[in-house]
């Protein structure tokens, strides 16, 4: 028997951002291994003309978790949802299910966080630094609680090149940025937004180093871990492989080289694509959850869930193996012929942004409009170049982050824990995973039908045809057009027709003298 599982038997578990990708697979894998524990609160905001239950029974109800139904019949039963938003005082919680989270929870998971590298400072604070104060603090009234686990990111000290699991001061402390805040209005804020954040590439990875400084300020005398995933990516294993159900981080990128809306990318080819499978960031939670309350570490550990340097992939390898995978199974309707050209240059990346990717879309936006239908394509290729651009930083540098204590948890664990709580990311075979991740992308995130592979592969031959004959008319034009203005370009051409015709008259010769 695991003893990992056996300790969250009969426990309240709190989790808040469980509807987001990561808090599905930590519900999932919890009540998969642990069907006996007592309850799963879970903080939670309506959304989307949802009510909570609704949110609740769509999350049950999806593939994802099927095998819980089988060991967990009475799943429904032991989530509580809590009406909660985070970005309110005192999450806007009634006091009855404040009395109930307060007197009975004995871990706690701490997921939500606003993930856009976009956002407002004042929103992002408010999410990722001042919820987490105001989490802490509840910490700190439960009585029962035995761990405090944080998810934070890899990339919160990024303008680092080798990270520590240490926590990092930040220039300012987060008590002031939280309290000037509160009194400088929204044209200020985004005025000193870029001076605050400094050599960080986005308030989404400052706000969650601030975060961590507020675990570590304001932990009192909890037992807290904090866990640093690099990009999580979909599942490896559990509960099946390739599940993912969100456009973050490379999803968007897959779907849009897929559709073939993105062919080239500013990418260094050789930095090193650290994804890390979401069952085994979710493994390693549960784990420092168990050695968080059992053992009871005198500080606040950090944990390092990376694979870069452990099994290390670079963007290149990447990249092959999904275009590799697009030839077996291609995506339903794909706008061009999937490529992936990767250049760490500038200008060769400015070139193909207009060659391969605003040309293409002028060009079909004018046979949209000519066809009396409306043009979309430019404003869908702009957004896209937005989103790739603000990924760019992370895909042209190598990190090294040390993983000491994350191995030195591994060294703990039973072997029977060892297996079902697997965290060795040594085991990962990156072509098989990448492969499976492509096809997940299309199963659970595009929904598309297997069925309709056939088809879709006729539809890349007839892209791959066009793509050749356009080509060759483009070229021919070209040429034609250089004929008519140049001697030289005549010359050259009479010379080229020339040797091809003495060529073709000494071959047809000489199998004639054979006969
Ligand atoms: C040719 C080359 C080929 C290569 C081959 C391929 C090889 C693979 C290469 C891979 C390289 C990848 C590198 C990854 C690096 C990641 C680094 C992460 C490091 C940190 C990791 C972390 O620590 S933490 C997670 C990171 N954090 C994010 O990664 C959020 C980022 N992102 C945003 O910050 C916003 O995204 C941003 C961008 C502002 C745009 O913002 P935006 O407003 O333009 O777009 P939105 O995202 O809002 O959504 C746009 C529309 O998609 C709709 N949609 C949303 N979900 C949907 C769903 N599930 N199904 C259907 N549709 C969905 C939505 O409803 C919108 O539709 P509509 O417009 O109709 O409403
Ligand atoms: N995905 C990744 O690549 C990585 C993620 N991480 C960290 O992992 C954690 C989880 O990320 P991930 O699951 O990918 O993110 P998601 O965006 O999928 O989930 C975010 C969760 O936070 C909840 N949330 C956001 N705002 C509020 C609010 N005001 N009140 C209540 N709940 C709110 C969301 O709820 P709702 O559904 O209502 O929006 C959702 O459940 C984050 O802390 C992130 O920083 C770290 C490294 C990489």
């Known amino acids: 028997m695991s003893t990992i599982a056996a300790f969250y038997g009969g426990k309240s578990i709190l989790i808040t951002g469980a509807t987001g990708f990561l808090g599905k697979v930590l519900m999932e894998k919890l009540f998969r291994?642990?069907?006996?524990?007592?309850?799963?609160?879970?903080?939670?905001?309506?959304?989307?003309?949802?009510?909570?239950?609704?949110r609740v029974f769509q999350i049950l109800d999806s593939k994802l978790f099927e095998k819980v139904k089988?060991?967990?019949?009475?799943?429904?039963?032991?989530?509580?949802?809590?009406?909660?938003?985070?970005?309110?005082?005192?999450?806007?919680?009634?006091?009855?299910?404040?009395?109930?989270?307060?007197?009975?929870?004995?871990?706690?998971?701490?997921?939500?966080?606003?993930?856009?590298?976009?956002?407002?400072?004042?929103?992002?604070?408010?999410?990722?630094?001042?919820?987490?104060?105001q989490l802490l603090l509840m910490a700190s009234q439960m009585p029962k609680l035995e761990a405090f686990i944080h998810i934070s990111t890899a990339y919160s000290n990024c303008n680092l090149k080798h990270i520590d699991e240490v926590i990092y001061p930040c220039p300012v402390e987060q008590k002031k940025i939280i309290d000037s805040l509160e009194w400088l209005d929204d044209a200020i804020i985004d005025e000193i937004t870029p001076k605050l954040i400094r050599?960080?590439?986005?308030?989404?990875?400052?706000?969650?180093?601030?975060?961590e400084m507020v675990v570590q300020q304001e932990s009192?005398?909890?037992?807290?871990?904090?866990?640093?995933?690099?990009?999580?990516?979909?599942t490896w294993q559990e509960p099946f492989p390739g599940w993912v159900d969100n456009i973050n981080g490379p999803?968007?990128?897959?779907?849009?080289?897929?559709?073939?809306?993105?062919?080239?990318?500013?990418?260094?080819?050789?930095?090193?694509?650290?994804?890390?499978?979401?069952?085994?960031?979710?493994?390693?939670?549960?784990?420092?959850?168990?050695?968080?309350?059992?053992?009871?570490?005198?500080?606040t550990l950090v944990y390092h869930i990376t694979s870069g340097n452990m099994n290390p992939c670079n963007w290149h390898k990447m990249g092959v193996q999904v275009l590799a995978t697009f030839e077996k199974i291609p995506f339903e309707r794909p706008f061009r012929r999937p490529n992936a050209n990767f250049t760490s240059n500038s200008f060769t990346s400015q070139y193909w942004n207009a060659?391969?990717?605003?040309?293409?879309?002028?060009?079909?936006?004018?046979?949209?409009?000519?066809?009396?239908?409306?043009?979309?394509?430019?404003?869908?290729?702009?957004?896209?170049?937005?989103?790739?651009?603000?990924?760019?930083?992370?895909?042209?540098?190598?990190?090294?982050?040390?993983?000491?204590?994350?191995?030195?948890?591994?060294?703990?664990?039973?072997?029977?824990?060892?297996?079902v709580f697997?965290?060795?990311?040594?085991?990962?075979?990156?072509?098989?995973?990448?492969?499976?991740y492509v096809l997940g992308v299309k199963k659970y995130l595009l929904k598309e039908d297997m069925a309709g592979i056939p088809k879709a592969k006729q539809r890349l031959?007839?892209?791959?045809?066009?793509?050749?004959?356009?080509?060759?008319?483009?070229?021919?034009?070209?040429?034609?057009l250089l004929i008519a203005r140049s001697q030289m370009a005549r010359n050259v051409w009479f010379f080229i027709v020339s040797f091809c015709y003495k060529f073709l008259s000494y071959f047809r010769a000489s199998s004639t003298l054979k006969v």
């Open 355 to 419: 060659v391969s990717h605003r040309a293409p879309a002028i060009i079909y936006d004018c046979y949209l409009r000519l066809t009396g239908r409306k043009p979309r394509m430019t404003k869908l290729m702009n957004r896209l170049l937005r989103t790739v651009s603000m990924l760019e930083y992370f895909i042209n540098r190598s990190w090294e982050w040390s993983t000491y204590n994350t191995e030195m948890l591994m060294s703990e664990l039973s072997p029977e824990d060892q297996r």
């Open 199 to 211: 050599d960080w590439p986005n308030i989404y990875t400052y706000t969650k180093a601030l975060g």
């Open 461 to 480: 031959k007839r892209l791959r045809n066009i793509h050749y004959l356009f080509n060759t008319a483009l070229f021919l034009i070209a040429w034609r």
């Open 220 to 234: 009192r005398n909890l037992n807290i871990a904090i866990i640093r995933p690099s990009i999580v990516g979909a």
């Open 422 to 436: 697997n965290f060795d990311v040594r085991q990962l075979n990156w072509l098989e995973y990448i492969e499976n």
């Open 70 to 133: 089988e060991v967990c019949p009475n799943v429904h039963e032991k989530i509580r949802a809590i009406y909660a938003d985070l970005n309110q005082n005192d999450f806007a919680i009634s006091k009855e299910d404040m009395q109930e989270l307060l007197s009975c929870t004995n871990i706690i998971f701490h997921c939500a966080a606003t993930v856009r590298f976009d956002d407002t400072l004042r929103h992002a604070v408010q999410l990722n630094v001042t919820a987490t104060r």
């Open 33 to 54: 291994t642990s069907p006996d524990l007592k309850v799963i609160y879970i903080l939670v905001r309506p959304k989307a003309g949802q009510t909570l239950q609704q």
């Open 251 to 299: 999803n968007g990128i897959i779907i849009a080289t897929g559709k073939g809306f993105l062919r080239a990318i500013k990418a260094t080819p050789m930095a090193v694509a650290d994804v890390i499978p979401v069952d085994t960031v979710v493994n390693l939670m549960l784990a420092v959850g168990w050695y968080t309350a059992v053992h009871r570490p005198k500080s």
